[in-house]
């Protein structure tokens, strides 16, 4: 098979993709898109193999199948249009979407939010160290209108950590049972987060299944934990998103 060189798939150096695979801009018929997509699909699933290895990951992240089925998730792709004898190349890649979250705070008050999370970021090992990686992630920043406090990091490694303390003055991280982190000053702002995401009520996942009834306080803390979707009266009526969460 023919695989389609990075330049012609994509135009800028620095791409933004969601769940339809289409570069903006690519145009062709019915036969080219498809050939486009197969070689764009080939390229992330490469890279995010890669990123899962680099990140000491038994599974991997970022591919082309699971953009396809995560609507809300937005992928950026950074290119080396030099690269490959100016066919160019991918050289990095930078996944971000919003997540339903429990957070405690430093005071062990528990916010629900729902915001925008870094959820994989990985610039090839030989560039690594030459700026890519702040190109790419301030790209994303402006995009999205966001600072990087304002962003919770899915299970970030020692590298992000330095990365974020380096570029963006982040000292240290809040690291979370959930695998998420935020830096101290994510909770200071965590109405305004939640008013980005667009929702004007807070976030709250419906009454559905096993959560649907309401728990004593003892069990919250697990359910909390477990990541999955809980059904808090207290934030449905509308009362504080944030409270002090001391059985832990
Ligand atoms: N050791 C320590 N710190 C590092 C390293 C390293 N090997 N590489 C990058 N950094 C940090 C340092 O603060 C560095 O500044 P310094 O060189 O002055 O010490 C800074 O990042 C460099 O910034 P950039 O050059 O813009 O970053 P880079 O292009 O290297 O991209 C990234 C950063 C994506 C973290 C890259 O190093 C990488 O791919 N690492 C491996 C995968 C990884 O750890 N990804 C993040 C996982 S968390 C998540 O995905 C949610």
């Known amino acids: 098979m023919e695989w389609v060189a990075v330049n012609d798939m994509l135009s800028e ?4 993709l969601n769940y339809t695979l289409i570069p903006p801009g690519f145009r062709g018929d019915v036969r ?3 050939l486009m997509q197969d070689s764009l699909s080939k390229l992330i699933d490469a890279l995010g193999e890669q990123s899962a290895t680099a990140q000491g990951l038994n599974k991997v992240i970022t591919t082309a199948e699971k ?11 950074l290119k080396d249009s030099k690269a490959k004898g100016g066919k160019g190349d991918v050289i990095g890649l930078l996944k971000i979407g919003r997540k339903h979250l429990f957070l405690f705070d430093e005071h062990d008050k528990v916010c629900e939010v729902e915001p925008l999370c870094v959820l994989d970021f990985f610039v090839l090992r030989d560039r690594q160290r030459h700026g890519y990686g702040k190109v790419l992630f301030d790209h994303m920043l402006q995009d999205m209108e966001m600072a990087a406090h304002e962003l919770a990091i899915d299970g970030p490694s020692p590298k992000m950590e330095q990365f974020l303390h380096k570029n963006y003055g982040i000292e240290r991280l809040l690291r979370q049972n959930n695998n998420f982190a935020v830096a101290p000053q994510f909770f200071a702002g965590a109405a305004e987060i939640n008013s980005k995401s667009g929702r004007s009520t807070p976030a709250v996942t419906p009454a559905l299944g096993r959560f649907a ?15 999955g979707s809980y059904y808090d009266h207290e934030t449905r009526n509308g009362y504080s998103r944030c409270r002090a969460m001391n059985s832990h």
């Open 213 to 227: 009834a309401p728990k004593p306080p003892s069990a919250i803390a697990t359910v909390i934990h477990g990541g």
């Open 67 to 77: 953009l396809r089925n995560a609507p809300t998730h937005i992928l950026y792709l």
């Open 13 to 16: 150096n620095i791409t933004k």
């Open 32 to 34: 080219s898109v498809r």
